[in-house]
């Protein structure tokens, strides 16, 4: 199995928090465009521009996404969704969060 990468948003882009975050790909397509893997986060929010379409099964913690349109979108441990590509917002970990996710891009 593959290592986790550890890593932060730029600098520029985290609004508050220190939102440390690790990601383990466990898959990814021959031509690079389709990865799946599990993807943690600690508390912290930081704006995000999406290239990928993305769906994620939160795990554990709180996550609560905002969008630039005024969107706003509470997860929960056991919750589903999909960021779609071109999304643009903040990202705010509230409890640490673990999440399984699948992109295509």
């Known amino acids: 199995m593959p290592a986790a990468d550890v890593y932060r948003p730029a600098g520029d882009r985290i609004v508050s928090g220190d939102p440390?975050?690790?990601?383990?790909?466990?898959?990814?397509?021959?031509?690079?465009?389709?990865?799946?893997?599990i993807w943690s986060g600690e508390p912290g929010?930081?704006?995000v521009a999406f290239t990928e379409s993305?769906?994620?099964?939160?795990?554990?913690?709180?996550?609560?996404?905002?969008?630039?349109?005024?969107?706003?979108?509470?997860f929960r441990a056991g919750?589903?969704?999909v960021t779609p590509a071109g999304f643009t917002g903040t990202w705010e970990?509230?409890?640490a969060a673990k999440k399984f996710y699948a992109?295509?891009?």
Request: net charge negative; proline share 2%.
């Open 103 to 105: 992109f295509y891009e």
């Open 93 to 95: 970990i509230v409890e």
């Open 54 to 74: 993305e769906f994620c099964h939160l795990l554990e913690g709180v996550i609560i996404v905002r969008g630039d349109d005024g969107s706003e979108a509470t």
């Open 79 to 81: 919750d589903a969704f």
């Open 20 to 37: 440390v975050q690790s990601a383990q790909n466990l898959f990814q397509s021959p031509d690079g465009r389709f990865n799946s893997g």
């Open 45 to 47: 929010t930081w704006r």
